[in-house]
């Protein structure tokens, strides 16, 4: 059984910082795109970011570009570091996973693992 756990949620103040991971188990990673989704209340899931098995692409959401970097530690772990955070960041965010692919995607349809989320909160 596939399994995506994501931690390092909280609250913050604006213009600070968090860092998302995610650790997926039950099957191999490699070669499968891991990204991360939010969605605040609401309001529809949103691409956030997304890299390829190698951490070596990476695409990025128009609203995070500049203050999100998403890294991959291992084919199976994956980072989301947050900086300059805004209230308009609040929610919750969700680490995902494709199947086997060769490009980085932010097709939320490609994603076929989910973990259960994170509460993000950005107060003024």
């Known amino acids: 059984q596939v399994q995506l756990v994501e931690s390092g949620g909280g609250l913050v103040q604006a213009g600070g910082s968090l860092r998302l991971s995610c650790t997926a188990s039950g099957r191999t990673f490699s070669r499968r795109i891991m990204g991360w989704f939010r969605q605040a209340p609401g309001k529809e899931r949103d691409f956030v970011a997304a890299?390829?098995?190698?951490?070596?692409?990476a695409y990025y959401g128009d609203s995070v570009k500049g203050r999100f970097t998403i890294s991959r530690a291992a084919e199976n772990t994956v980072y989301l570091q947050m900086n300059s955070l805004k209230p308009e960041d609040t929610a919750v965010y969700y680490c995902?996973?494709?199947?086997?692919?060769?490009?980085?995607?932010?097709?939320?349809?490609?994603?076929?693992?989910w973990g259960q989320g994170t509460q993000v909160t950005v107060s003024l």
């Open positions: 995902a996973a494709t199947g086997v692919r060769s490009g980085v995607t932010s097709d939320p349809r490609a994603f076929d693992s």
């Open positions: 890299t390829n098995w190698s951490g070596s692409s």
